[in-house]
Structure formats: structure tokens, C-alpha cells
């Protein structure tokens, strides 16, 4: 989880030392473990470092490639052995991440970007050919963020230097803003118009003029994975999770897991202890971190996580949830949040986060965030039916409409309808209720801003890969975006993993048979019994964990903690229907049944546009006078999204 920063002046002009110096300072915080740095004329490329491998302790970055390329990387290159066969002369054993990363791109240029797998981005600059090319990972767990200007490029890790000293205001990206009241800004937007992130599975090729974006890599739809039994689908389950967990135990330093009782976390953890039992992990223990709040009816995971607890004969970190002021940035004043975000953390949990990470002296957290979405977590029969439907075989159809209508206690018809309009244009049959805008949104706002208000929502397509393969695809995209808002933490420094969304492993479950996962009656069906015997029974039969929480509920319902009754900054610059939203409020109050979420991210934007845009003297950053950009970059995000 280092942190990069570059400036190239097109005309090769000096990179002004203040400003560095002030770069420097703003990324200090974020990379504790050494600061190098790269000058040539008309750029400056910084690295901070925040090691969390033994190899990345060798490490010198930035890197000069034989080509005479600068390049940052910020890193886990989980294939490092076969690369290191691939390029063996010029490569060895003891060649760090950074030298192999180098090597690949010097041997296939752009396509070695297909080649790496792990959770990365990388920036190359290049004198020679007046370029520079920005690129991250599959699934986008690392940021990487880029200003264009008429005269020269500037490029971070972090939102805030290119934001806090860019010596000017930044018109507010209104189709960011209605992607974070939907389900998640596009990947490739961030709340500053002319700062972009680059996308993932993509690379950025930058040259003064000329700003090109192409993808690098794609699942494949025609790939299948067949075997006679449901044995062998568990057998390479196992095989291709476990490789998964694996991979994010390369550490020098004591790992620590999410523990929240539910599957996807308990898998994680078990399978990590077997791992490191039989001596295939680098690192030299595993610690858990658990939150529990006993008092919440539709919350009580301690039951859950202490069976794993017990299982594994060690007790982990346990922090009680507590959400007085949930709904309110715990921030000082003088903290600069680059986006906005919800925390239902109190300063106080966030303080006991941070002094487990100091304690244990974790530098690795792994989060079981994905594992519901891919593993068949949604128990929903419309993909299957769809590539029933599309097939044509209409037995095997009528057949599954029967059993999942029994299930579902709904009439078949309704199923039936429900996947045939997948496939037809949301003109025609409308957007599905629980991704309807809020009321409370303005009505200019929702027209403008609908796809993304919607998440981005499109139909199948009828002709094109099965329909099955096509909604994971959209699955993984709404990940994306998700991961995308998860910004770092100075305070808890910690590199987030995500063994869920490892690539093999999500390559693995996009080409087996739709029945593996769900069943009539039946979700995350290979998880359930590909884990029996490491996860406690306990854990594998609970029900789906429920997230109807009541104090945040009661937080927004309470006038003092909303602090919405007034006016508000998203209705004085049309985001926000007034009126509507008091209706609204009153509504939650008398117990009317209202999306939660959606009001806690309107709560949370709320907070944050009062703290970036009112009255903030130097927090002022954001001007907020017109609608967000349109034209050549509008037509290379649908690109991107189909």
C-alpha cells in the first residue's frame, strides 16, 4: 500500500521544489517506511513507502528501466514464479516485485499488464517516447489518480494533493455525486471534474494532446468448467479458494482477518489457519478483529464468530458498535475528506481499530467483502432461467419456473416475467422498484443522472454471452465501484485484501454451471459444502445475516443527529427536493416504511458538501454552478461500462 505521485510539465520546465516539498508532506502520513524520489527535466515522480513483504523491503523505487522508463509500483504480484520462469535471463529468484513488473513490460510492452495478477497499479513515464501510462489491476483494489491539464499531467495515489494544491476550485461531477446516492460511483469518476481514476483492468496512455484508455484484460465467456459430480466442483472450489487466501498471507508481519460470523469471513479465516498450519504461508500468524453489538436483535454475531474463536483456540479483537454519532463525521475540522463516505464508527471504535493494528503490528487486513455477491449469495433464479429462456429449452425452463416458484411462494408467471424482462430496454418495462430513485432526490437531477442513479443497471443482451455470465460481469462492475469508494486511512495504515475477488478464483466461478451456486431453496450452495470440516457447522447453516440495524434508523429519525431540517447544501444547488426530503423525514418518524441506506448516503453527502463547499475558507474546493462534464469522456465510460 505505498503511495506514488507524479508531475510531468509538458514544455520541460522545473517541477517547483515548494510544491513538492508540500506534496511530500501530504504524503508522508501514508508511507512511513522510506521516501525516494526521481527528477528529470519537466518531471518529478515521488514513492513513499509502506512495506508489508520482505521483498518489497529491497525495493527501489522509482525503478529505471533498461529502456530508461520511471516506474512506480505500488503492489502484490501474486505470480511472481512464473513470471520469474518466463523472463529467467534476466530474472532470479531473489528479483523484487518491482524489477519483475519491469522486466514483463520491457519484454510485451502494454500486454504485460494481462500478465500480472494480484492487486497493483503502476505508472511508467517515459522521456523517450514522451508518454506516460497508468494502469491498475483487474478488480481495482489499489487507487490511482490523474489531472490532465493544458500544460502538463499530474499523478497520485491519493485525492489529496491533486485536490488541496491545485491553486484552484473544481466544479463538482454531478454524475459522481448521483452514483454515490445510487449504488456507487463509476470506477472511473471521482467528485472533481478534471481528476479522473483510472479504470480497472485498463491503462491510461497519456501524451501531451492525446488521453487514450483502453482495457488490457476481460473474463472470458466462452470458458467452461464441466465435471460429472458435485465433488469435483468442490475439490477445485477448495484448490482455487485456498490459493486465494494464500496469496494474502505474504507478509513479514502478523495478518489480521474481519471476523464477522458470517460465511465469508469465517472462510477466510479457517482456511487461512490450515494454510499457515501446514507451513505455506509467509506470514507468522493470524489475528482476528470482531464487532458485535448485543443489544441489536438483527445483529448478534457473537455467537457466530466466537464458534470460529473457539474452533481455532484464539481469541480475537472485539470492539463494541456503538453509533451515537454514526451519522456525523468524526473528523477535526482541519481534515481534509476527499470523498464522502459513510462511517457508522464513533471516534472511539475507530481508536480501538487503529490501536489492534499498532498492537499486533498488523499491516495486512483481509475483508470478506464479495464473497455474497459471486459465491451465490443472492439466492435470485433469474440468470438461470435467462440462459434457459435464451437457449430455448423450454422443458428444462418450465421446470425451474415450477421449483423456484415453490420455494419463492410466487406464481410462476411473475418469475417468468421477471426474466424476460431482462432482456428488454428500461423504456419499456421500467426500473425495478428497489432501485428506484429516492422521492426526496429533484426531479431535474434524477432525469439527468438516472442510469447511475440506477447503478448503472442495463439489459442482457439477447445476443451475446449467456445471460448468467453477463450479470456476473455486472456483479463484478458493481464491486468495482464499491471497492473504488473505500479510500485509505492515515491513522489505521493497513493494505485491505479481498480474497473473494481474487481473479483465478472469480475466473473459476464465471465458467461453472449457474446450479453450482443456487438452487431452489438452496444459496451458496458449493461454499456450504466445499467448507465442510474447516468452517463450524454453526457458521455453514446459519441463515442469511440480516442488516435492518435500529439505531442508525433511530439516529435519522432524530432531528438533532440529522441536522437536515434546515436548509441544505444539496437543495441550494439542485440535488435535493426539499419539501420531498422533510416528508421523508417525518415519514421515518411515524415508522413509514423508507430506504435506510438511501437516507444515510444523502445524510453523509449532506455532511460532507457542507464541509467541502460552505464557508471553509481553505476548505473551500468545490464550485458547484453547472451540471457535470459531457461529450468525448461520456462516450469512453459506456465504452467502458458494456
Given at each position: 500500500m505505498s503511495v506514488q505521485f507524479g508531475r510531468w510539465n509538458f514544455d520541460g520546465g522545473p517541477v517547483d521544489r515548494e510544491y513538492v516539498?508540500?506534496?511530500?508532506?501530504?504524503l508522508a502520513p501514508y508511507g512511513p517506511d522510506g521516501y525516494s524520489s526521481h527528477s528529470a527535466p519537466g518531471a518529478t515522480?515521488?514513492?513513499?513507502?509502506?512495506?508489508t513483504a520482505r521483498e518489497s523491503r529491497r525495493e527501489k523505487q522509482p525503478h529505471i528501466s533498461n529502456s530508461g522508463a520511471v516506474i512506480t509500483w505500488d503492489g502484490r504480484l501474486d505470480n511472481r514464479n512464473e513470471l520469474i520462469r518466463e523472463l529467467a535471463d534476466v530474472l532470479t529468484t531473489n528479483s523484487t516485485d518491482v524489477e519483475i513488473v519491469a522486466a514483463a513490460y520491457e519484454e510485451w510492452g502494454e500486454k504485460s499488464f494481462a500478465k500480472l495478477i494480484g492487486d497493483w497499479a503502476i505508472a511508467i513515464w517515459s522521456p523517450v517516447t514522451r508518454s506516460l501510462i497508468l494502469a491498475k489491476d483487474v478488480i481495482g483494489a489499489r487507487h490511482l489518480y490523474y489531472a490532465v491539464e493544458e500544460s502538463r499531467i499530474t499523478w497520485s495515489t491519493i485525492l489529496d494533493p491533486l485536490v488541496l494544491l491545485a491553486g484552484r476550485k473544481f466544479q463538482l461531477c454531478e454524475e459522481y455525486i448521483a452514483g454515490w446516492l445510487?449504488?456507487?460511483?463509476?470506477?472511473h469518476l471521482t467528485p472533481y471534474i478534471g481528476i479522473d481514476s483510472v479504470p480497472p483492468s485498463s491503462f491510461v496512455r497519456l501524451q501531451p494532446g492525446k488521453c487514450e484508455i483502453q482495457k488490457y484484460w476481460d473474463f472470458d465467456p466462452h470458458k467452461r468448467i464441466r465435471y460429472r459430480t458435485d465433488a469435483d466442483y468442490e475439490e477445485h472450489f477448495r484448490i482455487v479458494f485456498g490459493e486465494a487466501v494464500r496469496r494474502r498471507l505474504r507478509s513479514d508481519s502478523p495478518v489480521l482477518a474481519e471476523l464477522s460470523g458470517g460465511m465469508d469471513s469465517s472462510s477466510i479465516v479457517c482456511m487461512a489457519d490450515e494454510i499457515i498450519a501446514r507451513g505455506m504461508a509467509e506470514t507468522p500468524r493470524l489475528d482476528t478483529?470482531?464487532?458485535?453489538?448485543?443489544?441489536?436483535?438483527?445483529?448478534?454475531?457473537?455467537?457466530?464468530?466466537?464458534?470460529?474463536?473457539?474452533?481455532?483456540?484464539?481469541k480475537g479483537c472485539h470492539i463494541a458498535v456503538a453509533y451515537l454519532n454514526g451519522l456525523r463525521l468524526n473528523l477535526s475540522s482541519e481534515t481534509f475528506l476527499p470523498i464522502p463516505t459513510i462511517s457508522l464508527a464513533t471516534r472511539e471504535m475507530q481508536a480501538e481499530f487503529s490501536k489492534c493494528l499498532l498492537s499486533q503490528r498488523n499491516r495486512v487486513v483481509l475483508s470478506g467483502t464479495g464473497g455474497d455477491e459471486v459465491a451465490g449469495g443472492i439466492p435470485t433464479p433469474v440468470p438461470e432461467l435467462a440462459d434457459l429462456l435464451r437457449a430455448g429449452r423450454f422443458k428444462l425452463l418450465f421446470d425451474g419456473l415450477t421449483a423456484w416458484a415453490l420455494t419463492k411462494r410466487r406464481p410462476w408467471l411473475h418469475l417468468l416475467f421477471e426474466t424476460v424482462r431482462t432482456f428488454l430496454p428500461v423504456v419499456l418495462v421500467g426500473v425495478p422498484q428497489n432501485r428506484q430513485p429516492a422521492s426526496w432526490l429533484n426531479r431535474d437531477f434524477s432525469m439527468r443522472y438516472r442510469l447511475a442513479l440506477t447503478g448503472y443497471k442495463t439489459r442482457l443482451k439477447l445476443f451475446g454471452p449467456r445471460p448468467s455470465f453477463q450479470e456476473s460481469l455486472k456483479t463484478l462492475d458493481a464491486l468495482r465501484r464499491q471497492i473504488q469508494c473505500h479510500g485509505l486511512r492515515f491513522d489505521a495504515l493497513a493494505e485491505t485484501c479481498y480474497p473473494y475477488l481474487d481473479r483465478d478464483l472469480l475466473?473459476?466461478?464465471?465458467?461453472?454451471?449457474?446450479?453450482?451456486l443456487v438452487r431452489p431453496g438452496e444459496r451458496r450452495l458449493l461454499a456450504r459444502h466445499a467448507f465442510i470440516?474447516?468452517?463450524?457447522?454453526?457458521?455453514?447453516?446459519r441463515k442469511r445475516k440480516a442488516y435492518v440495524v435500529r439505531k442508525p434508523i433511530m439516529a435519522l429519525a432524530d432531528s438533532s443527529h440529522t441536522d437536515m431540517y434546515g436548509p441544505t447544501v444539496g437543495?441550494?444547488?439542485?440535488?435535493?427536493?426539499h419539501t420531498k426530503l422533510m416528508c421523508a423525514l417525518e415519514g421515518l418518524k411515524r415508522g413509514d416504511s423508507i430506504s435506510t441506506v438511501a437516507l444515510m448516503r444523502m445524510t453523509a453527502l449532506e455532511a460532507w458538501l457542507e464541509r467541502t463547499i460552505s464557508n471553509g475558507g481553505r476548505r473551500e474546493r468545490l464550485s458547484c454552478t453547472g451540471r457535470s462534464r459531457v461529450g468525448s469522456s461520456e462516450g469512453t465510460v459506456q465504452t467502458l461500462l458494456s
Open positions: 516539498g508540500k506534496v511530500n508532506a501530504l515522480i515521488l514513492y513513499h513507502a509502506f512495506h445510487g449504488f456507487f460511483p463509476a470506477a478483529i470482531s464487532y458485535y453489538d448485543d443489544s441489536e436483535p438483527n445483529w448478534n454475531e457473537r455467537p457466530y464468530f466466537s464458534q470460529v474463536e473457539e474452533k481455532r483456540r484464539k475466473e473459476f466461478l464465471c465458467a461453472i454451471p449457474r446450479a453450482q470440516g474447516i468452517v463450524p457447522s454453526k457458521v455453514l447453516s437543495s441550494r444547488i439542485g440535488i435535493i427536493d
